[in-house]
């Protein structure tokens, strides 16, 4: 199947266009076809998984590292003395984005079995959702930063939206706060996208190409060439731009203290959106910090390190310790998963292969169990219309088994070995321990903390919610 | 072949049996659970009895990271000493929770964590052995939250499973170490003493399961799961795991490390015992006693004993159970005779000699041994930590001695505390006068076959022949020596092991033997107040103190809390309520200035056009006007020549004409 990549990322979107042709009122009919578009997808991703080739040969550039490589010329624009603008339509995946990909695509389709109970305007829900998916895959296979920045930013669109009409109480209040904080984050990223662009060639021309961008084919003298060492109002160029991506996608992932659009906009979206948010959006700003600001600033990013390492320890233990606090099981939920994108934040900072191995591992595991827990919560919330722990108590004799699932995935997430967060966890670990040089001991030290954090937290909340009496609260009435 | 289908018929029949007595109806359930398990034992014997080399089995994990599993004689041994005291367990647990509704999740549960432990005994690398360390954990935190409806218990699963994940945060962070510094983490192939901090972190890791201090308060919290889930976690699972991993790795172990090891053990022992002399709750005496042999078993790997350490975990495991189940018996009776009272408070007991005359054999013949009492299989293992540690410190010198000291010690307290139990729960007359009188109760077949297994295990010769010395088949079996040195040394412990025993034992006879202060006392439920009592009774506040700890962390949280949303988030709001003030300012000044300034200009405007039509209407007016006016009287003047004077109309055309004239000259 030759170009796998182009059907993935736009059969949603003709579906999308099918539907704004259909008459509003058949809402079964919207369901089914999102979920087979969705599921179109999950297939083709399991297809693309397939085929990839997973022996790594010896590799000198980043130029025969991508596989299913789609590239045509899209943009070309004669600016006159300004020079001009020449984007790609890029397409490929690597071993980082393929496992993302294949984490999307059913995330997506949990997603829309998770969405069979929205009730309202089901054909402007499900052609919004059509539109993320869309654009969420196009964020993990786009090559061409400047493709990358169009679905980064188009993935803004349709989230404000289905917080904004589809969401809780506060729900304007959410999808404005998340909308303006992942906006400034574009900012940055779309600075240092321009400054690329102006630095790196493709033979003569400019490009925004990120293979070139990677293998470091700079312009002479240009303003992000490592070599000319050019300097912006007192900072390295270089340093500053791997900053500006490092809180363009810190925003995204989130790092502390650029987090707390995460539990408003986890609390009022409903939610399948929840999972898409947790298990997706969150990678997203993940993969931005692998591929932009680790893949193209290796060398800033190395002195970087400590400070990288620093925020990351700074997410585990602050974004523990208020999961610790919460009484919205969502809200509990969101800010653990500030605490477990710290992890990633690590990972990566270590630099070697081990650590950043295991933070992939851990955005895949993280991927897969958040959005389960905001389908445990919501699974309370849409029965009850409440989600405050301290509400509930001893559902497990009304709901066995729910509880097993849900003591299942919170196990998952506290990672007790034998489940998928201890393969992840111990090798991010691993590499920590082995760059002591760089993450010093006394962070060691307060990272002892962050797994019992986890812990307390999580099992905070089956304790409560689950055993004991069964105590109705008020609102349990239906 | 062969090996392999023992090894998996012994690690997956617990769980299978686990799996399907989940699906099988109520009733049956028991019996599957059990022949699963039987079967479980009749492999790991198989195996014991098939191996003569090590069985190791090796696979690459991930890039760099070898597991494995093997199975040796030790591992072959606890093999089948957790697959058979689990059958005990599962056979008495079907007549105890035969009321209970919920078998079929008890049994799964049960099954969950002897398999959990039986994958803990054949792993190799540390990685594999960590995953079945957790899994331990997490089966723990489900049986001991079994009767999750009960206040207290889910609180109680969570404490325990909280201070066990607490330590195992050390032992994770000492494995990887490990790791990173040798680059394998197989057992098998690890040699060279490591460095002090990863054993240290290992050896806390092994301190939470084996609940030393500082983490020995899980162990009486975890006694209000079922009491036979209590005997499965005492005797042979969960606690034992500690100490097996540091048996495991005592050889790469640094000298500081084992110092410190055999300070907390010995500590732990003396600590157990002088919690169990005061307690009322007869489980709570059980669980302190098994923190304090614990304690002698670490104390014997620090001193260099793991051998003799390794023993003292093979005879506890049979006395410890049997101890567990006949207080299982002992509760069950108690909870059918007399609902209303507190079934486990020995307060209420008392003359159950005759009530239970099964129970009451296998449990004192138990006692005994727990005692150290010779002829019993505890008085071999003590004594022979005891012995190794009075070598180790002949070797070492005077502070040294702190370690036999503090043991011979807690054997004289545990002496103490074991008679004062049997005494107060067996002797004597029912302190629930005529509540049991009437009641008629003959203890199950299920009760007594493993109550009589379990003592029998609990005798001298079940272990080694000569009554008082250190030759037990187990060593021999695994070609250990243990307690090796001077007659003298060895002579000396013995006579005093002895002597401390008899003298435990004759101390409480006397304080609390039917008819004294002390056990009448008993009799008006009243505990004898004095602050030291109150200190043991309580355990030293050990969970008091985790308790206010976890709140003080639970109130930092909620301050942390705060902070997000009164720092981070009020920046953000405050930055967003700015820019949109900032912008209503400049709406307003769009509103006030501009829109005044181009409304002035407008009305500047319209004045100025006022003006000028004013000045239109007055000037240009006037002038049409005056020449109008002018003409008209010129006119007037000139058509009327008679009425004035001719020289005066000459002057005015005179004057007009020169006017004329200089219009046109000058314009």
Not at chain 1, 267 to 289: D, H, Q, R
Not at chain 2, 554 to 564: E, H, N, W
Not at chain 2, 598 to 605: F, K, Q, R
Not at chain 2, 621 to 641: K, M, Q
């Amino acid at each position: 199947m030759d170009h796998l990549l182009s059907y993935l990322l736009f059969f949603p979107l003709l579906i999308a266009a099918l539907m704004l042709f259909m008459p509003k009122a058949k809402e079964a009919v919207f369901r089914r076809m999102a979920l087979g578009a969705t599921g179109v997808q999950l297939a083709l991703s399991i297809i693309l998984l397939l085929q990839f080739d997973q022996s790594v040969g010896e590799v000198t550039s980043w130029q025969g590292v991508f596989q299913f490589i789609e590239r045509a010329s899209w943009i070309d624009l004669d600016l006159g003395s300004l020079g001009s603008l020449k984007a790609e339509y890029f397409l490929g995946v690597d071993g980082i984005s393929l496992p993302l990909v294949v984490l999307s695509t059913f995330i997506l389709f949990i997603g829309v079995l998770s969405s069979w109970n929205i009730k309202e305007k089901v054909r402007g829900y499900f052609i919004l959702y059509l539109i993320l998916s869309s654009s969420i895959i196009g964020c993990f296979i786009a090559l061409d930063f400047f493709l990358f920045y169009i679905f980064f930013e188009l993935m803004l669109l349709p989230i404000f939206f289905l917080i904004g009409i589809w969401g809780g109480k506060r729900r304007s209040y959410a999808s404005i706060k998340f909308f303006l904080y992942t906006l400034l984050g574009s900012l940055f990223v779309l600075i240092v996208m321009i400054g690329l662009y102006l630095s790196v060639v493709d033979g003569e021309t400019h490009t925004f190409s990120l293979i070139s961008m990677m293998d470091g084919e700079y312009l002479k003298g240009a303003i992000l060439d490592p070599d000319s060492k050019q300097v912006v109002f007192g900072y390295s160029a270089r340093a500053l731009a791997f900053v500006f991506l490092l809180i363009g996608f810190g925003i995204k992932l989130p790092a502390v203290p650029v987090h707390t659009w995460l539990p408003d906009a986890h609390v009022e979206a409903p939610t399948p959106i929840s999972v898409v948010l947790a298990g997706l959006l969150l990678k997203v700003g993940a993969y931005g910090l692998f591929r932009m600001a680790y893949g193209i600033f290796p060398d800033v990013a190395a002195d970087m390190a400590p400070l990288v390492a620093f925020f990351g320890v700074l997410s585990i233990i602050y974004g523990g310790m208020n999961a610790l606090a919460q009484n919205d099981l969502k809200r509990m939920v969101a800010y653990s998963s500030v605490s477990h994108m710290g992890f990633v934040l690590i990972g990566l900072a270590s630099m070697t292969t081990e650590g950043n191995n295991g933070a992939l591992f851990h955005l895949v595991s993280h991927g897969l169990i958040s959005p389960a827990l905001f389908i445990v919560a919501g699974v309370i919330y849409d029965r009850t219309q409440n989600k405050e722990i301290e509400h509930f108590s001893g559902l497990a004799s009304k709901m066995p088994v729910y509880t097993f699932f849900v003591a299942l995935f919170f196990f998952y997430r506290v990672r007790t070995s034998g489940t998928i967060w201890f393969c992840g966890r111990s090798v991010g670990f691993n590499r920590r321990i082995q760059s002591l040089t760089f993450i010093r001991l006394d962070w060691c030290d307060s990272r002892l903390g962050d797994c019992d954090f986890s812990s307390v937290f999580l099992m905070d909340h089956p304790a409560d919610v689950f055993w004991n009496v069964f105590r109705p609260s008020e609102s349990m009435g239906t | 072949m062969i090996e392999a289908i023992l090894i998996f018929t012994t690690l997956l029949m617990p769980l299978t049996g686990g799996l399907v007595s989940l699906t099988a109806s109520n009733r049956a359930t028991l019996r599957i659970a059990f022949v699963f398990l039987l079967l479980s034992f009749i492999a790991a014997v198989g195996l014991l009895i098939y191996l003569t080399d090590p069985i190791t089995y090796q696979t690459e994990w991930l890039p760099g990271v070898v597991i494995g599993l093997n199975i040796d004689r030790l591992s072959a041994v606890l093999l089948v000493l957790v697959t058979f005291i689990s059958s005990l367990v599962h056979l008495f647990s079907g007549s105890y929770m035969e009321k209970d509704p919920h078998k079929n999740r008890y049994f799964a549960k049960l099954g969950l964590f002897t398999f959990s432990m039986l994958g803990l005994l054949i792993a190799d690398d540390l990685f594999s052995l960590f995953i079945f360390w957790e899994l331990v954990g997490v089966a723990s935190y489900l049986l001991i939250g079994f009767w999750f409806k009960k206040e207290g218990i889910p609180t109680a699963a969570r404490l325990t499973f909280m201070t066990n994940r607490l330590a195992d945060v050390a032992l994770l962070i000492g494995i990887l170490w490990v790791h990173a510094t040798n680059d394998t983490v197989l057992l098998s192939e690890l040699n060279g003493k490591w460095l002090l901090a990863p054993s240290v972190l290992i050896a806390i890791g092994a301190f939470g399961k084996s609940a030393q201090l500082p983490f020995s308060g899980w162990l009486i919290k975890a006694m209000v799961g079922p009491t036979p889930v209590s005997a499965l976690i005492h005797a042979a699972t969960m606690v034992a795991a500690g100490v097996y991993l540091l048996i495991r790795v005592a050889p790469f172990l640094p000298l500081e490390a084992e110092w410190m090891i055999a300070i907390t053990g010995s500590v732990t022992a003396l600590y157990g015992a002088l919690s169990a002399i005061t307690q009322n709750d007869i489980k709570k005496v059980l669980a302190y006693s098994t923190i304090s042999q614990l304690g002698f078993m670490m104390a014997g790997i620090g001193v260099g004993a793991a051998g003799a350490s390794f023993f003292h975990l093979w005879t506890h495991a049979f006395f410890k159970a049997g101890l567990f189940l006949g207080a299982g018996s002992i509760i069950h009776y108690l909870h059918l005779a007399a609902n209303e009272v507190d079934a486990q408070d020995m307060r209420v007991m008392g003359g159950l000699k005759q009530k239970l005359p099964w129970t009451f054999r296998s449990f004192l013949i138990c006692s005994v041994a727990l005692a150290g009492l010779p002829l019993f299989s505890g008085f071999l293992s003590k004594e022979a930590i005891i012995v190794s540690s009075m070598i180790w410190a002949d070797e070492w010198g005077s502070t040294a001695y702190l370690i036999p000291d503090l043991l011979f010690f807690t054997s004289l307290l545990t002496a103490f505390y074991v008679t004062r139990m049997v005494l107060l729960v067996f002797f004597g007359q029912s302190r629930l006068v005529g509540i049991l009188d009437h009641f008629s109760y003959r203890e199950s077949p299920r009760f007594i076959i493993p109550l009589l297994i379990l003592a029998i295990g609990s005798l001298w010769f079940f272990h080694q022949l000569h009554p008082i010395g250190h030759h037990p088949y187990l060593m021999d079996f695994l070609g250990i020596k243990i307690a090796d040195g001077s007659s003298f040394t060895k002579f000396l412990t013995l006579v005093l092991s002895i002597v401390l025993a008899i003298g435990g034992v004759s101390l409480a006879y006397f304080l609390f033997k039917p008819g004294t202060v002390f056990s009448n006392v008993y009799r008006h439920s009243v505990i004898p107040k004095h602050p030291l009592t109150h200190l043991s009774s309580n355990g030293f506040f050990l969970v008091q103190a985790y308790e206010a700890i976890g709140k003080g962390f639970f109130y930092l949280s909620k301050q942390v809390t705060r902070i997000d949303l009164l720092a981070i988030d009020g920046t953000i709001n405050t930055l967003a309520t700015t820019v949109i003030l900032g912008a209503k300012k400049i709406a307003d000044i769009d509103l006030k200035l501009i829109d005044r300034i181009l409304h002035s200009i407008g009305v500047g405007t319209v004045i100025l056009a006022k003006v000028v039509a004013i000045l239109d209407r007055l000037v240009v007016d006037g002038l049409v006007n005056l020449s109008g006016w002018l003409s008209r009287s010129a006119g007037t003047l000139f058509s009327n020549p008679h009425a004035r004077g001719m020289h005066v109309q000459l002057l005015w055309l005179m004057s007009l004409i020169i006017l004329i004239l200089l219009i046109i000259l000058f314009f």
